[in-house]
């Protein structure tokens, strides 16, 4: 899928080895049916790690899952740290009480964010299956409208679920400690973006790449 734009990166001296040491990008566009998921796992995600979001992010599942269609043993279905296949809806979401979120390990915040994304989702004041037709800066204006949700949420859902090309978070911890380590630079968020346009139109493919580093 990234061919031209592996090509393109394999000419800078930094993304180059990169993409020697860890072959093609595995970034792909998600079927509309896992946006709405998506934003959730985002908005859990947000200042955690991602052993932390992802076992918080399987307890919501398991919160909202029927228990017979779940097929998952009373042994792993708490520890597991991979995302379990159970079907996330804004109908559940909102079907679940304030204890239930905080079991998960939520805070009051973050359970504030998903109901009121659940509920502009119903209200269809959010057309999410349709966020694929916009523009960039649409998507990010309309995810933004939610509350809880800024320009690093968007960000990760332009890259992660509707693969954005030309997308670079500064404002991402991981991938600056990782731009860190890549370049040799420590710089602030508008040098660091200032940095990137060495890469465009392919930003997201070489933050990526730059990810990997500490994977």
Not at 79 to 102: A, W
Not at 120 to 138: H, P, R, S, Y
Request: glycine share 4%; charged share 30%; proline share 3%.
């Amino acid at each position: 899928m990234w061919k031209n734009a592996e090509g393109y990166l394999s000419k800078d001296k930094y993304i180059e080895p990169l993409i020697k040491k860890y072959g093609h990008c595995a970034l792909k566009p998600r079927p509309k049916k896992y946006y709405f998921e998506d934003l959730v796992d985002a908005i859990i995600q947000q200042q955690l790690s991602m052993s932390a979001a992802t076992a918080i992010f399987n307890r919501v599942k398991l919160s909202i899952a029927d228990r017979k269609d779940s097929k998952i043993s009373d042994k792993h279905k708490w520890r597991s740290n991979k995302t379990l296949k159970v079907k996330i809806t804004p109908k559940k979401i909102l079907m679940l009480s304030d204890k239930n979120f905080r079991d998960c390990g939520l805070s009051r915040a973050k359970i504030i964010y998903i109901r009121d994304l659940a509920g502009k989702v119903i209200a269809n004041k959010l057309l999410i299956k349709k966020l694929d037709k916009l523009m960039d800066d649409e998507v990010i204006e309309k995810l933004t409208a939610v509350k809880g949700i800024g320009i690093w949420t968007a960000h990760m859902f332009l890259m992660f679920s509707l693969a954005r090309q030309d997308i670079f978070p500064v404002g991402d911890l991981g991938l600056r400690n990782a731009f860190k380590k890549v370049v040799g630079k420590n710089l602030d968020n508008n040098k660091m973006e200032k940095f990137s346009y060495r890469w465009k139109p392919y930003r997201t493919i070489a933050a990526w790449y730059i990810w990997k580093v500490f994977e």
